[in-house]
């Protein structure tokens, strides 16, 4: 089994790439819904986060996610606390799905990781591909396809890894600022690849 990492930086189009590679026969665990599951209601991730934030930050019965995201966003330690009660989770719930894949005889895994290089992730992986947009590209998706202001979505970019110092560090770069077509043949090209690896 080849375990692949897939990232890339916020609006830089990893769900599409991550639906092509589905298309073509891998197996696509992702973190995103890693997080949605460790702290739905009634895990104990969920008892967690309303331990540490308070029943504030639950809103129709689940964890509000939006006015957490503003909280963290905002306060260092706040995120910290976060990170320690959701990341531990989310890698074990990954990695039962990956096992999971692995007994259904799947035979290439590919994880969707938003910060497998700032985690110093990549080592855990037979290869790493990156999802690369200007950052332009990505406040026009942010603004366009979120709702954010452009000032919110700059400064949620400024947040992250800079993605042009993520590129040296990818195995494979998908460039994603052309249309779906273009991205399509470059994700072929490079599962072409990781299978003959």
């Given amino acids: 089994m080849k375990l ?14 991550a639906g092509i590679f589905a298309e073509l026969g891998a197996t696509v665990v992702d973190a995103d819904e890693a997080t949605h599951a460790v702290y739905a209601p009634g895990t104990d991730g969920f008892d967690a986060i309303v331990d540490a934030f308070g029943p504030e930050y639950v809103r129709d019965g689940q964890i509000d996610r939006k006015r957490l995201g503003d909280l963290v966003f905002k306060d260092e330690a706040a995120r910290l606390r976060l990170n320690e009660i959701v990341h531990p989770r989310v890698r074990d719930w990954m990695t039962a799905r990956t096992g999971e894949a692995v007994e259904r005889g799947a035979e290439i895994v590919v994880q969707d990781v938003a910060l497998l290089f700032e985690n110093g992730l990549q080592d855990l992986f ?12 990505q406040v026009e998706r942010l603004v366009e396809q979120r709702g954010l202001s452009p000032d919110r979505a700059r400064s949620i970019l400024a947040a992250q890894m ?6 040296p560090l990818a195995t494979f770069v998908i460039d994603n600022d052309g249309g779906l077509e273009e991205t399509r043949r470059q994700v072929e090209k490079v599962w072409a690849r990781v299978r003959s690896l």
């Fill in 4 to 17: 692949i990492g897939l990232t890339g930086g916020v609006g830089s189009g990893k769900s599409t790439v």
């Fill in 162 to 167: 800079p993605i042009d110092e993520k590129r």
């Fill in 126 to 137: 037979s290869s790493t591909v990156l999802v690369y947009t200007r950052p332009q590209t």
